[in-house]
């Protein structure tokens, strides 16, 4: 059974310009969550897509934004990209149901640099 | 409003002594109640959650936590620290009815030393 994968691994970007991050679901699982983790901080929640629809959204503004594709896989987007977006973007699938009980499958991240 | 609290940023044990991480929920409906681990530079393993069932939850790699309801708490034990155990702990809600939602606390650093 495959994980939770993300692409790229590392990126390095500058002030303004936009970004795309990958994420692939592990199998069977239809919701997927995403995650900014700043330096020293836990995880703070940025949106879920469940069936290709948002459901739910954390306190981040509209320049992040994200897509569900058929096969659950995910990309999030982050435009007009400023230097405290620098940080670790963890990407979570769940099983079916999305239910609040059920365990949230972590990738190994992508860890973004703005300079 | 739900909110995590873990307290200490850093703690620091034996090779051998007991392993006591705290944290502490806001939550004005009834949560579920998740630990994670997560080592240098890979993502957030599950170590164990609770879902209403047993109050005292036994996960992986022998942690285990209890659910007080009356203290608001979720501490995270083990008896005996090993070396391996060293590695960043996060507390994390996730409340029912509201969708797989989770929020984390800021984090433990578990130092083990020899």
């Known amino acids: 059974e495959t994980g939770v994968t993300q692409s790229p691994t590392h990126l390095i970007k500058t002030r303004g310009q936009q970004v795309t991050l990958r994420c692939s679901s592990q199998?069977?699982?239809?919701?997927v969550s995403w995650y900014q983790q700043a330096l020293g901080q836990g995880p703070q929640f940025i949106f879920q897509?469940?069936?290709?629809?948002?459901?739910g959204r954390g306190n981040f503004p509209p320049r992040f934004s994200g897509l569900q594709f058929p096969n659950y896989s995910s990309e999030l987007n982050v435009n007009a990209l400023e230097l405290d977006d620098s940080a670790l973007y963890l990407c979570a699938s769940s099983p079916p149901g999305a239910d609040s009980y059920n365990e949230q499958f972590f990738g190994p991240g992508t860890r973004l640099t703005v300079l | 409003a739900q909110s995590v609290t873990q307290l200490g940023s850093h703690v620091s044990v034996s090779e051998g002594a007991l392993v006591l991480l705290r944290c502490n929920y806001s939550s004005s409906v009834p949560p579920y109640l998740f630990w994670y681990v997560q080592y240098p530079n890979q993502g957030l393993q599950l170590l164990l959650k609770y879902t209403s069932a047993a109050t005292l939850v036994k996960g992986i790699n022998g942690f285990e936590a209890e659910f007080k309801k009356s203290e608001t708490s979720f501490h995270l034990t083990k008896p005996s620290a090993h070396m391996s155990d060293a590695a960043e702990y996060f507390c994390a809600v996730s409340l029912r009815a509201s969708g797989n939602q989770f929020y984390f606390g800021t984090g433990t650093s578990l130092t083990v030393i020899p």
């Open positions: 199998s069977g699982h239809n919701t």
């Open positions: 897509y469940y069936r290709e629809e948002e459901n």
